[in-house]
Nanobody, 122 residues
Framework: VQLQASGGGLVQPGASLRLSCAASGRTLSGSIMGWFRQAPGKEREFVAAIRSGVTDYAHSVKGRFAISRDNAKNTVYLQMNSLEPEDTAVYFC??????????????????WGQGTLVTVSS
């Protein structure tokens, strides 16, 4: 399975972006799909996850970000609204076949995209 993330860019605070993650090689419709991010000098952190219509978010993005998936297109999206400078990071999409209970653990994700840079700055 290959994951291709896209949609990052440079935006001003308060703006929106939508990240996409397209999977190829096999369907991941039954898997957990997650987004993680890594800011300069910091560890990779959980952002959001989805499986079978159920979603979960990090506290820092809840109410501002929304994860969704289109199984027909084998694609996962991360809609990011009201972006803040603290959201600046490289964003990675990932796929996991583990149970939902470990969705926030990056070590439980086997498939990873290459990352897309999001910079929020005025």
């Amino acid at each position: 399975v290959q994951l291709q993330a896209s949609g990052g860019g440079l935006v001003q605070p308060g703006a929106s972006l939508r990240l996409s993650c397209a999977a190829s090689g096999r369907t991941l419709s039954g898997s957990i799909m997650g987004w993680f991010r890594q800011a300069p000098g910091k560890e990779r952190e959980f952002v959001a996850a989805i499986r079978s219509g159920v979603t979960d978010y990090a506290h820092s993005v809840k109410g501002r970000f929304a994860i969704s998936r289109d199984n027909a297109k084998n694609t996962v999206y991360l809609q990011m609204n009201s972006l803040e400078p603290e959201d600046t990071a490289v964003y990675f999409c990932a796929g996991s076949t583990f149970i939902w209970g470990v969705r926030q653990d990056s070590n439980k994700y086997y498939y990873w995209g290459q990352g897309t840079l999001v910079t929020v700055s005025s």
